[in-house]
């Protein structure tokens, strides 16, 4: 489920919800309930791996 980042132009909260994008518009600031909300935009990170070193604790464990 999407991760969205709000800023409460009433109470100045900053907070982050998971939440369908139908469900955005029903977002309410969990300090103060306002709905006097705007929606922060992060920068995103693509790219290829750096090549650095593997976690050797990752894909590790066996099911079953």
């Not at 009433?10 to 029903?26: H, L, P, Q, T, Y």
């Not at 992060?42 to 290829?48: E, I, N, R």
Request: aromatic share 8%; net charge positive; hydrophobic share 25%.
């Amino acid at each position: 489920m999407p991760r969205y980042e709000f800023n409460c132009q009433s109470c100045g909260n900053k907070f982050i919800v998971a939440i369908s994008i139908a469900e955005r518009d029903k977002v309410k600031c969990p300090e103060c309930g306002s709905k006097n909300i705007k929606q922060l935009f992060s920068p995103v990170s693509v790219g290829k791996d750096s090549g650095g070193d593997n976690c050797n604790t990752c894909g590790s464990r066996t099911f079953g």
